[in-house]
């Protein structure tokens, strides 16, 4: 069981990526996935979530316009498109999985603080230069 992130990079302000998270040895048909990322001297931030039917997501309040979750169950992967980036944004990415119903609409609770994530990958980084 694992999941990989992957699209990280060195990027201009104002420039954007795209970052993916691939799972293998499981189906994220029936999970909910998370992206979360980890400044240098900063708390882990929870930074957007899509339910396993990918009718619900949760943005924070710091990438909202900006940035946009998706799925594509047949490729067993979850994508982070990051757009109009910032200095600020310059973190390592994580993706995570918990476990909810097949086709839930609904996000799990506290997801932001890593709660019901049973699986983690290894991070991307992403650098965002001024």
């Known amino acids: 069981v694992q999941l990989q992130a992957s699209g990280g990079g060195l990027v201009q302000a104002g420039g954007s990526l795209r970052l993916s998270c691939a799972a293998s040895?499981?189906?994220?048909?029936?999970?909910?996935i998370g992206w979360f990322r980890q400044a240098p001297g900063k708390e882990r931030e929870g930074v957007s979530c899509?339910?396993?039917?990918?009718?619900?997501?949760h943005y924070a309040d710091s990438v909202k316009g900006r940035f946009t979750i998706s799925r594509d169950d047949a490729k067993n992967t979850v994508y982070l498109q990051m757009n109009s980036l910032k200095p600020e944004d310059t973190a390592v990415y994580y993706c995570?999985?918990?476990?909810?119903?097949?086709?839930?609409?609904?996000?799990?609770?506290?997801?932001?603080?890593?709660?019901?994530?049973?699986?983690w990958g290894k991070g991307t980084l992403v650098t965002v230069s001024s």
């Open positions: 995570a999985a918990g476990p909810t119903a097949y086709g839930s609409y609904y996000l799990i609770p506290a997801w932001e603080m890593g709660y019901g994530m049973d699986y």
């Open positions: 040895g499981f189906t994220l048909d029936y999970y909910a």
């Open positions: 899509i339910s396993s039917s990918g009718g619900s997501t």
